[in-house]
């Protein structure tokens, strides 16, 4: 379904990732694992373009590295950004609206807003309330939800775990468990590495702007060599 | 009592001029950070161009009027087009010099095809007519004045919260890129802001064209100036501040007019200018500063 090759991203002058070729199919949940700076976040803003990159991403065989990032919304690709980005300024009601603002559908949105409500009711209590006032883990869950409701193809889920409790972070890896039942192909940038281990198909491990391994989720084990290697600690 | 009416309603029309102006500057800066200076010959254009349709096509007031605001409203998006959207994402500064730079080149544009004298143009003039209610006379352009600018900013208020656009529109004041990540064009979001200033801006125009009756290069550039400080009062790119600084600004004229000895008449500014520098003293931001960003909730 997405197909990166010899993607360089650049911030200014700096090359922050420095060639990586990434294949994700349909329904399938990859996982992109590294330390910090080793470029995660900049290949995700490649894909939605938001960082200047070359080489090629290609969406159902469509090169789209040409499009805007508005352009590669409407295609199909959705994020649940670093730090989450919510408008905090904004109520939940007019978050999730904007998050189905390209939908033409407006009654179904609407009604896709109220299955969400009820599915997470904490959203549903305060929906008139600007979303600053929510807790991070529901600024998380809104996140999620907000890239959802503009009904896309592939998911970009960016540290969704970053910062939360324990608990909380264990609610969102449910959240991705049950969107990969529903077959939603999602890509998984995480620092948690056995609870993404956990709903992963795939992993890649970026280091300092390339990919030192990728393989299908059991060839590492449980994961915990893998924690090593990022982590730096030699046994 | 009729007097302290009198200028209860002059207070309030003044201001409602400043507020109008102000919401225009305010939309503009909270999307995309640009201070508009060239705002106030948006509001010139409109007079010139009314007297352009005076002369060729109709003196209808009414059908001028509709003129005035379209004539604003396409103005303001060409210089969106034309001079802002190369610039945008630039430095501050930039902006603000592009700003000065399309304001001289306009100014200078109604000097050569127009007149440096102010040229008449009396259509609305008939707004202003002295009413007598009960023992009170009061101007009925105060009044008109007054109301217009509250059901405008009735309508924009409720036109921000409740079309998609407007919810893009606010939500782009805080973080323009993630409203890109949500599907919503930028053009499009920065396009509607300039639109609305325009309309603003229109709406500015008749009334100041109703009481002047007349148009010149240089007629915006003060109300935008005072516009621009019932912004910095109200807090820069807060909307609900552009309005309050507004109401406040002409409250607090009037009111130092009023309560200042004759002999002391050419302090007025002064006294006023004092108040707003007290203004800031007590809060720099403005009275409604938007709330800064105290980092990652966790």
């Given at each position: 379904m997405l197909q990166i090759e010899s993607l360089k991203v650049f911030h200014g002058l700096i090359e922050a990732v420095h060639g990586i070729d990434i294949k994700i199919s349909k329904g399938q949940c990859v996982?992109?694992?590294?330390?910090?700076?080793?470029?995660?976040?900049?290949?995700?803003?490649?894909?939605?373009?938001?960082?200047?990159?070359?080489?090629?991403v290609r969406l159902d065989g469509n090169d789209i590295m040409a499009l805007s990032i508005e352009e590669r919304c409407k295609r199909g690709i959705a994020i649940s950004p670093e730090g989450r980005r919510i408008f905090s300024n904004l109520s939940i009601q007019d978050n999730m609206i904007m998050g189905g603002a390209i939908r033409r559908d407006k009654t179904r949105l609407a009604q896709e807003i109220e299955e969400w409500i009820s599915h997470f009711p904490v959203l549903g209590e305060r929906r008139n309330q600007p979303a600053g006032t929510l807790s991070g883990g529901e600024q998380q869950m809104l996140a999620i939800v907000r890239a959802l409701l503009s009904k896309p193809r592939i998911l970009l889920l960016d540290e969704p775990s970053l910062g939360l409790a324990p608990q909380i972070t264990a609610r969102v890896f449910e959240i991705i468990r049950d969107l990969k039942k529903q077959e939603m192909t999602i890509l998984l940038v995480e620092q948690n590495v056995a609870a993404a281990m956990e709903v992963s198909d795939y992993v890649y491990v970026l280091n300092n702007g390339a990919i030192s391994s990728h393989g299908d989720v059991g060839k590492f084990g449980d994961g915990s060599d893998l924690m090593d290697e990022l982590m730096g600690v030699h046994r | 009592m009729d007097y302290?009416?009198?200028?209860?309603?002059?207070?309030?029309?003044?201001?409602?001029?400043?507020?109008?102006?102000?919401?225009?500057?305010?939309?503009?800066?909270?999307?995309?950070g640009l201070v508009n200076f060239a705002h106030g010959e948006v509001i010139a254009f409109g007079g010139y161009s009314m007297i352009v349709v005076a002369t060729l096509l109709t003196g209808n007031p009414w059908v001028l009027m509709i003129m005035v605001l379209a004539a604003c409203v396409l103005i303001a998006t060409v210089l969106e087009r034309v001079a802002f959207r190369t610039v945008r994402g630039a430095d501050l500064t930039t902006g603000l010099l592009t700003a000065f730079g399309v304001s001289i080149i306009l100014q200078n544009l109604f000097l050569l095809l127009g007149s440096p004298r102010p040229m008449a143009a009396t259509q609305f003039i008939f707004l202003d007519k002295t009413l007598t209610i009960g023992a009170i006379r009061v101007s009925s352009l105060q009044i008109y004045e007054t109301v217009a600018t509250v059901v405008a900013i009735i309508i924009l208020l409720t036109f921000l919260r409740r079309t998609t656009l407007g919810i893009a529109m606010r939500a782009a004041a805080l973080d323009f890129?993630?409203?890109?990540?949500c599907g919503i064009r930028a053009n499009r979001v920065i396009a509607?802001?300039?639109a609305m200033s325009g309309l603003l801006a229109g709406l500015a125009c008749i009334f100041i064209m109703a009481r002047r009756g007349s148009v010149s290069p240089h007629m915006g550039f003060d109300p935008v100036l005072t516009a621009f400080v019932a912004c910095v009062i109200g807090g820069f790119g807060s909307l609900p501040g552009a309005v309050l600084g507004g109401f406040l600004l002409g409250i607090c004229e009037v009111a130092v007019q009023v309560l200042l000895p004759q002999s002391y008449g050419g302090l007025a500014q002064a006294v006023v200018f004092a108040l707003v520098a007290l203004i800031l003293i007590w809060r720099p931001d403005g009275i409604l500063s938007p709330a800064q960003e105290k980092g990652d909730k966790i």
């Open positions: 996982c992109l694992l590294g330390p910090n700076g080793a470029g995660k976040t900049s290949t995700l803003s490649s894909i939605t373009g938001t960082a200047r990159a070359t080489g090629s | 302290v009416i009198q200028q209860v309603l002059n207070a309030l029309s003044f201001g409602a001029e400043y507020a109008l102006i102000a919401l225009g500057l305010a939309i503009v800066f909270s999307i995309m890129e993630m409203v890109r990540l509607g802001a300039f």
